[in-house]
């Protein structure tokens, strides 16, 4: 089986533009999480999608948004980029929503100049 | 809300040692806990999901231990080799209304030829 894939993997914007990630589970996983993991803070949560509908949301601003689509892909979308914003964004996938291992992608490093 | 901590934050060994990396959290409502391996500029890779009714799970070289109770989990790495050097990470999942994977910031391992 492949693995989760995510697209792209690198991507350099400005402040003020606005980006989106996407990301592939793996065939029949139904769960997709996404993650911003920087020097600083560490691996943090940012939503968690299961059925297309949004199931938990971490503490990041509204500028942060995601979705997820019928065939499980799910994209996030970051609005009116900032420096903080830079980041590897990873996402995950798991067949259900909180007993199954979490398998993750390479991530997508986005640099926001 | 849930606190994951893990010591030591670096750790350097020679090869062929065995070793054994720490991990603790705050709230012991949790469903499972995972251990991840992340190389530089990577994504994560999964090593061992421990649900919250297991004790311990094993995998190859690797051995994993969960104390709900106390709120403890550890990685025993057996006979180490240089490949084995990365960050490890371990992440909770909680079970209270978040329900999210909340990480801990990770132990950098060398393992010294």
């Known amino acids: 089986k492949a693995g989760v894939t995510q697209t792209p993997r690198y991507l350099i914007k400005t402040r003020g533009q606005q980006v989106t990630l996407s990301c592939s589970p793996i065939s029949g996983h139904r769960s997709v999480s996404w993650y911003q993991q920087t020097p600083g803070q560490g691996l943090q949560f940012l939503f968690e999608y299961f059925s297309e509908t949004q199931r938990n949301k971490g503490n990041f601003p509204g500028r942060f948004s995601g979705r997820q689509f019928s065939n499980s892909r799910s994209e996030m979308n970051v609005s009116t980029l900032e420096l903080g914003d830079s980041a590897l964004y990873l996402c995950?996938?798991?067949?259900?929503?909180?007993?199954?291992?979490?398998?993750f992608g390479p991530g997508t490093r986005l640099t926001v100049l | 809300k849930q606190e994951v901590t893990q010591i030591p934050a670096a750790l350097s060994v020679p090869e062929g040692e065995n070793l054994v990396l720490n991990c603790s959290f705050t709230d012991s409502a949790i469903y499972n806990l995972q251990w991840f391996r992340q190389d530089p500029g990577k994504g994560l890779t999964s090593l061992l999901l421990?649900?919250?009714?297991?004790r311990e799970q094993t995998s190859g070289r690797l051995n994993a231990s969960l104390d709900k109770s106390s709120g403890r989990s550890t990685l025993y790495i057996a006979a180490s080799q240089p490949g084995d050097s990365a960050t490890y990470l371990c992440?909770?999942?909680?079970?209270?209304?978040?329900?999210?994977?909340?990480f801990g910031s990770g132990t950098q391992l060398t393992v010294l030829p």
């Open positions: 421990i649900q919250s009714s297991q």
């Open positions: 995950a996938s798991s067949v259900g929503q909180v007993l199954d291992t979490q398998y």
């Open positions: 992440a909770v999942r909680s079970s209270g209304s978040a329900r999210q994977l909340t």
